[in-house]
């Protein structure tokens, strides 16, 4: 992942911190179209606020200063994904896609966790 490259284990953390926090505030929208079993969506919902919580103590640590250039790349690309459902109107197809882009940067995010293990 180009965003994380040349970074150190810190910045790598704040990045992933960002990331599920954006991902989190997506899916807590107008989520009444989706065809998902709720229960999975709910499971997910759960997993995601456990991994926030564990990352706060890492993100308040001293030393985690956040990196805005980097935080404001992955607030814009979270924000154009907002405003893509907004424009669909919550559409079936538009969560579709979101859900493909969530995949994609969980990917990432098991990308950049693997780093920081391999660092320790």
Not at 9 to 18: G, L, N, S, Y
Not at 82 to 90: A, G, I, V
Request: with cysteine.
């Amino acid at each position: 992942m180009k965003l994380s490259k040349g970074l150190q284990t810190q910045d790598r953390i704040q990045i992933v911190h960002q990331t599920l926090h954006h991902i989190s505030q997506i899916y807590s929208m107008n989520l009444d179209s989706v065809t998902w079993p709720q229960d999975k969506v709910e499971n997910f919902w759960l997993l995601l606020d456990r991994q926030l919580e564990e990352l706060e103590e890492c993100v308040k640590k001293p030393g985690s200063e956040s990196r805005p250039r980097r935080n404001a790349a992955i607030h814009r690309y979270f924000r154009n994904l907002e405003t893509f459902l907004k424009q669909k109107r919550f559409s079936v197809c538009a969560w579709e896609i979101i859900r493909a882009e969530t995949r994609a940067s969980l990917q990432q995010i098991l990308f950049i966790t693997a780093q920081i293990r391999r660092r320790k």
